[in-house]
DNA sequence: CGTTGCTTTGACCTTTTGGTCAAATCATTC
DNA sequence: GAATGATTTGACCAAAAGGTCAAAGCAACG
């Protein structure tokens, strides 16, 4: 029997402070590139220190992954069957795209994993995500065959959200080296919206 | 004056070895995940033999990089102002899709370097690559002042055929694990002509 | 205000990794 | 087939990086 104590302030602050310096560097530099040191540096501790928090490199990032899945997939499990379909996927794509805007270390958390053949996520990519989205793939189907929206390959409906929204996150460098100095979300928006307006309408 | 000799037919087979080796190693590892000794195991020589060919580690990343980036964007220089315009860009998304299933690991490559903020190439992407997107989203505009697809953001509609395509090669994983058995190749290609057809008719 | 347990750190260890070098081997050409 | 230059390698090096540990510093509670 391992009795838990409480956690206490200090362990709270610091325990938050790394996970904010860990998701800055892995997410800039992805899990190999990250080093302990940076990590330290950036939440204004000493290496050893770190390691009193965290048992290691891996399990500061196994935290933020763990941490992090399911926030990114709210957006589509807030997906409503019983809403108005258009409408319940322009919202969806609309809040994915402020999540591309407002959390963009976390997508490029997940896209370093993901581009790197998902070593780490493997086995929740095929349970829980799968699970997930063909239940919703269940509920796009259902609309399409009640001509409430358009006929479409349901799975790579979602597949095209998720890279539409995302790339604007994952590939910001490359988006604002193109655009100059117009701001990508402040345009993204209504280009995208327009994308879905046209293919699904009935 | 330095003489630059012809290069020999062993220079010819190891070179082209290592760049091979070394994409499939930084393509499944990105830059700082890869270490020379794999990349060796994988030209089937040693390190200080693989050193001999080229300088360092940058110099092999560098030389692929440079090789890669001409061919990754003659899909956009191909488009062509005079060619019906909704045809011309449906085979724009054809081939890229098809880069993207040819050519899995030179997608990773880029999007393991884009994502981690493109230090080793920024400089090419405000110039190089700006200055081709400008010039083709001219003539997107064109096309769309003359009546001939509809009137979209033409800079967001680059980037909507870039992220559609490259989805599958650098999130290969995730849409397998979420697809399951299906292929996506089979299907990705319908969804995203039908995608297109509906947004860009006028 | 002293004890107890939480927190922090300097010093250190080991492994990995990019890179060097001199010597050996191999190919080619005269 | 000897000489010349190209190719290959074992041994080695220094720096970086993940991680350990014992001791010191602190906070909080009785």
Redesign the interface.
Known sequence: MTRTRPETRIQARNRAAILEAALDVFS??????ATLDQIAAAANLSKPNLLYYFPSKDAIHDALLAGLLDTWLDPLRALDPEGEPLEELLAYVRRKLEMSRDLPRES?LF??E?????PRI?AT??SD??SL??EKARVLTGWMAAGRI?R??P???I??I???T???A??D???R????D?D?FD??P???E??YR??LSP
Do not use: C, M
């Open positions: 800039a530099h992805g899990f190999r590139g490029r896209a370093n993901i581009v790197q053949g998902a493997h990519l095929s995500l799968k989205v063909d358009a479409v390959h799975h790579h409906l597949f095209s998720w890279s539409l995302q790339h604007y994952d590939f460098v490359q988006v080296a193109v655009l100059g117009e990508p345009s993204a209504a280009f995208i327009t994308l046209k293919l």
